[in-house]
């Protein structure tokens, strides 16, 4: 047994592809930084979300100015929801998304590579185990 406090600790995180990843064919691209990088797929479904859906995974965003067109946004057309595992992934994953404004985006980053729109960023990220947590009783029941 490893007693290195920096040796790797698997974590799960729920990462969906939004429907313009899906409309724009950039699903496999997007899957395949993930998998590039070394990060695992446990489980993987293309899901039509519709509004109840939308507004749980979105709870904290629900009384926001942003959420109504969000939330016409993510019901535009189907989605894939990606559960994905790997060493601090919640914090690689949105290392590699980028910022949420993907007009502030770096380069190289998910959004900064292929995006330029506040609100249509192509991924999600859960932002801490918390959420991560939350997302994937959500998401992945089979898996919480
Ligand atoms: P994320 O965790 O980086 O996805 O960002 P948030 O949790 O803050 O927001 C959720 C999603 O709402 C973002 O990914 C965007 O699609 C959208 N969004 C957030 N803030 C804004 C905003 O100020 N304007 C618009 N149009 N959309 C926003
Ligand atoms: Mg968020």
Known sequence: MSSDPVAAAPQRSFVLLKPDAVRRGLVGAILSRFESRGLKIVAMDLRYVDGDLADQHYAEHVERDFYPPLRTFVTSGPSVAVLLEGDQVIEVVRTM???????????????????????????????SAESAAREIALWFPDFA
């Open 97 to 127: 998304n980028g910022a949420t404004d993907a007009r502030k985006a770096a380069p190289g980053t998910i959004r900064g590579d292929w995006a330029l729109s506040n609100r249509e960023n192509l991924v999600h990220g859960s932002d």
